[in-house]
């Protein structure tokens, strides 16, 4: 008889599978919509109760018999890379194609050396870190499957030369949930493996969803990145089989329970870092994730928020206490920060509303990498504060700038001017996801906060402060740019408002109240959810002054509220009285279409435009000059694994 926690995880596996399954082969809109509906209430309602149970006890399960389970897994491997092979001969990528290749030849070796070994004790685990992760997946990547109901609906009425493909689109949304599932639910790491390589496969679909020349560049680009990680993770695993140890080292358990010298398993962790940055998107392996921008937008919600590149942060927080205390790590927490630096700075330059969403999450993945290579507790709670944070804010900006984009014409910041009065809900949402981002005492400050006190005690202490410094400094500049568009009044009378799907506005709305109670309640967080995963993990670990009634936290969350009442009525009001307020220019004639007699004759609009010192912070100022320092860095981190270095 299976327990109640073991059905609710075969649930959340394979519900999303036989959704994907249904959603393939039913054609009428209707249909999808109800399957889609019921599979989001299954998988929240699921999530929810396995979080629930894991956060009075740790979960862990086992299912006998399952080496049928991991052939399963070799095929589905096995299958995943000749699709690879396949359409990289179609399109004639060779680079995808050598990688690809590789990675087959890799699995096999796995497949035939892991023979007989490969079982391990316990099947699932969920724990505090899992929990939180299937949250994030089960309610945020939900919901950015049902704002994709309506989403693609505006998408091909706008984009008249795309293929209406929306039974591939969501079959391969919904296997993308399930692949995360199992990258946090299993605890063998040749399951994990598997489900790693899903996750690559779907993202390649979909950046290529429209089939345009430049979703094609991109997507291959995103897969021979990611099959790097692949390869990685591969001759990690294949090394752990030929470490003596009375443990198992192809299981999560039983690398976390090695009882040898950190040392040996520098090599690894080094490969498995290696993973980790490249899912994540870190430098030099950026550019994937601000090409899939040419994805619908529900993709870059999920790709950015709740999956692909939180799978890429898991890893490393996962294995973040055998990083402590390692060079290895501590070139990794490096990579991070540069990143974090570099990243922020790019944000700058750039208008689009996506890309600066795309800059601004591969930055906050390098302050959870930093951190997760520091490995010590206090830069385990700041990680995972900023995983929490950084979910539901950019999930939330992500799906209002594609509602945004569909209802103006336009994902250029410059044009969200009175955005406040032409579509007062998502303005609003924005406002929040904005502030929620990096305005004091908000959830992402209070993160950063708690990665600098991390960073004080680390090796090199002086030099992560700085880039955090910095690279805050830079946040601050590209949000309020933003922020300042929204509120700003219109120069011309606003055009008549435009209203939401209610598949649209429904997500918008629960991730808006998501990030207000995520932000008010991280004392909450801490002190049940964290401290509680620090102390399985670090046995020396004290927790710190992070108590739910204490008076600095009850003043914080205080504040916290009358803010976030203060932009709420705001912005509402702001939206209600829909002034327009003419421009000023010195004592200029301005026309009633918002235009002033220039020299020579010549009309001009008269509007404001923000400085985005392209010429300083521009991508082809940066881009090259941090891919070379990156890439410096992992060939460090990589020797220093080799050479098993310790601190």
């Known amino acids: 008889m299976y327990s109640p926690e073991l059905i609710a995880i075969l649930i959340l596996l394979l519900v999303p599978v036989c959704a994907a399954i249904l959603l393939a082969v039913c054609k009428p809109d209707i249909i999808r919509n109800i399957l889609v509906g019921i599979s989001s209430v299954i998988i929240i309602g699921t999530s929810l109760f396995l979080a629930w149970n894991a956060w009075l006890a740790p979960i862990s399960v086992t299912i006998e018999n399952a080496e049928w389970i991991s052939t399963l897994l070799f095929i589905v491997e096995l299958a995943i890379s000749l699709v690879i092979l396949g359409l990289s001969l179609k399109y004639r990528k060779v680079l995808p194609m050598i990688l690809a290749s590789v990675q087959l030849v890799l699995l096999i070796i796995l497949e035939v050396y892991s023979a007989g070994r490969t079982h391990v004790s316990q099947t699932f685990v969920v724990n505090d870190l899992s929990l939180v992760m299937i949250l994030i997946i089960g309610i945020i990547g939900t919901l950015i499957c049902v704002y994709a109901l309506g989403y693609m609906k505006d998408y091909h009425d706008h984009q008249t030369g795309v293929p209406n493909r929306k039974r591939y689109f969501f079959a391969l949304m919904f296997l993308f949930l399930s692949a995360m599932f199992g990258i946090v639910l299993s605890n063998s790491l040749m399951w994990i493996l598997c489900a790693w390589e899903i996750t690559t496969l779907c993202s390649f679909l979909l950046i290529g969803y429209s089939k345009t020349p430049e979703a094609v560049t991109n997507s291959f680009r995103a897969v021979w990145m990611n099959i790097i990680g692949g390869i990685a993770f591969t001759l990690a ?110 944000a700058i330059s750039q208008s689009n509303a996506k890309k600066v969403l795309a800059y601004s999450t591969i930055a906050n993945l ?72 990096y305005l004091a005492p908000f959830g992402m400050l209070i993160s950063k906060w708690a990665a600098l006190e991390a960073f004080l005690t680390a090796p090199l202490g002086v030099v992560f402060v700085s880039i955090l410094a910095f690279g805050s400094a830079f946040t601050i500049f590209f949000w309020t740019k933003w922020l300042g568009k929204l509120f700003m009044r219109m120069n ?61 936290n009850v003043a914080m969350i205080g504040l916290m509220g009358f803010i976030i009442v203060l932009l709420v009525l705001g912005a509402l009001f702001g939206s209600k009285a829909g002034k327009t307020l003419p421009p000023y220019l010195s004592g200029c004639a301005v026309d009633r279409e918002g235009r002033f007699l220039g020299s020579l004759g010549v009309y001009k609009e008269a509007k404001t435009s923000n400085y985005y010192l392209e010429e300083y912070c521009g991508e082809a100022k940066l881009l090259k000059p941090s891919w070379v320092i990156s890439i410096i860095l992992i060939i460090i981190m990589l020797g220093i694994g080799i050479l098993g270095v310790m601190i």
Not at 242 to 258: A, D, E, K, R, W
Not at 518 to 547: K, Q, R, W
């Open 366 to 437: 390098g302050l959870i990498t930093a951190c997760a290579g520091i490995g010590t507790p206090e830069a385990v709670t700041a990680a995972i504060l900023l995983i929490i944070f950084h979910a539901v804010a950019k999930a939330l900006l992500f799906l209002c700038v594609g509602a945004v984009e569909h209802k103006i014409g336009s994902k250029d910041i410059e044009d969200m001017d009175g955005l406040l009065v032409r579509l007062p809900l998502l303005a609003t949402m924005m406002v929040i996801g904005i502030c929620g981002m």
């Open 492 to 552: 011309k009378p606003p055009a008549e408002k435009v209203t939401l799907h209610f598949s649209e506005k429904l997500p918008v709305v629960v991730l808006g109240v998501l990030v207000i109670a995520c932000c008010i309640g991280f004392p909450a967080i801490v002190s049940g959810v964290i401290n509680p995963y620090l102390d399985t993990h670090y046995p020396f670990f004290i927790p710190g002054g992070m108590e739910l009634f204490s008076f600095d």
């Open 237 to 346: 695993l294949i090394y752990l089989l030929y470490i003596p140890s009375p443990v198992n080292l192809l299981s999560v358990t039983g690398m976390l329970s090695y009882p040898g010298s950190p040392a040996g398993l520098t090599i690894p962790l080094a490969l498995i870092a290696l993973a980790g940055l490249t899912k994540a998107a870190q430098m030099p392996f950026s550019t994937w994730l601000t090409g899939a921008m040419v994805a619908p937008t529900p993709v870059s919600a999920l790709l950015h928020s709740s999956t692909m590149v939180k799978a890429g942060v898991y890893i490393l927080v996962l294995f973040a206490p055998l990083f402590a205390h390692t060079w290895v790590g501590v070139v990794l927490a490096l990579i991070g920060a540069f990143t974090f630096l570099a990243t922020s700075a790019l």
